[in-house]
């Protein structure tokens, strides 16, 4: 049995059923040459016969990228495949996905159907769709809580029908590891002719066992995992993509061959988080903001000294800068010590101690303890002047106008006034930030949260621009979130420049 893990992205079609993170055209072909950049061998683009915005996507997407096998899902009926061969018709690679449900569940109450009617339907579709395309996948939905006897019967029916892959999904997340391992295990075993065709995982997410389950797939024969960017998908979301790469990178011991480039999975992420309008969890792995962040004392001195001591993975293979030192009240001498040295400060242990002191009792009052609260604490209050700075702000909002912004702004002592309109009070104040200074950012995060209770009180906002690859924070607090929100873009700026 060939090492090769084949990677099926299916972020644009199962990772877009999330609501609210619907894509239209141009979007969707962002997505998908940067999931060719990626490495992705199939790019699961959409469900032709569903909408024609989704006929169109498919259409577009087989002309815009030339490496991955381009595929188009169906239901195991006639119109349907006829629908996802045309949408196919400019694909280099084209694959149609076609299935029906074959656990008790669907067969009976969604189907009304019988099991050898379903077997029946099935091979009909994969013939049918071979008419079309030499590259036809078969999904047997619901196959986690399939019978294993029945499910074999079927997938050995769908081989000899000219399926080449067939996809074992468990639709509804509800196995364990052991069980869908030993269920991949079970076809490998029992159908005679598996060899003539790649067995695919499809896991979901609803008892957080996705990513177990589909390692658990391939140990036991699958060679094919259909994952999303992020883990999108319905309900709690599909297999994410960066984790079962990242675990098969890991694990070298399991010898198997993956062709992704690990180094575009951040930027993936972000574009696909962007895109989608849907924030990725701090805490989620690999690519959350904090994968990669250590505010213990212990954890910090581990990795100051080396880095494996507390990561597996080396933030640079995921196209994360740098491994990110937070200073908490639980950070310790030794990252307190290192953040000095970065800032240009070298202390002798008796000073070091000192300032430790004072850094706790500060660090109790605060969540997260800044650069310029450490040069405070060693008795040097950074002088540097912003660039830029905020004049005047005016904005004109509401439910009968299009939001407008005038900004003034003091740039290198020079003041510089620009009006311009946007989706709301905020974004217009961007675009006219963006007219006076015109730099090609990007605009990755922006957070409000607030800092004291009641509509009267400070908000805190967060921004984060992206500018020739890199990232760049800008912070800003005032009653008025507006003020905060162009203060913070403003922050941001003034770094990069």
Known sequence: MSNKVYIFDTTLRDGEQVPGCQLNTIEKIEVARQLEKLGVDVIEAGFPISSPGDFNSVVEISKAVSNPTICALTRAVEKDIEVAADALKFAKRG??????????YHI??????????????AVKAIKYARKFVDDVEFYAEDAGRSENEYLARVI???????????????TTGYCLPSEYGAKIAYLVNNVPNIDKAIISTHCHNDLGMATANTLSGVINGARQVEVTINGLGERAGNTSLEEVVMAIKCHKDLDYQVDIDTKQILKTSKLVSRLMRMPVQANKAIVGRNAFAHSSGIHQDGVLKNRENYEIIDPADVGVNESSIVLTARSG??????????????????????????FLVLADSKKEISDEDLEVLVGHEKKEERIIKLDNLQVICGKSCIPSATVTINYNGNIITETSTGDGPVDAAFSAIKKIIPKEVILEEYLVQAVTRGSDEIGKVHVQLEYNGKSFHGFGANVDILTASVWAYLDALSKII
Do not use: F
């Open 95 to 104: 694959r149609i996905h076609t299935g029906i449900g074959t656990s008790p």
């Open 108 to 121: 009976y109450s969604k189907l009304n159907s019988n099991p050898d009617a379903i077997i029946e339907r």
């Open 156 to 170: 050995e029916a769908v081989i000899a029908a000219g399926a080449t892959v067939v996809n074992i999904p468990d």
């Open 333 to 358: 001498r030794a990252a307190l010590k290192h953040r000095l040295q970065v800032l240009g400060y070298e202390l002798d242990a008796e000073k070091i101690d000192q300032v430790y002191k004072n």
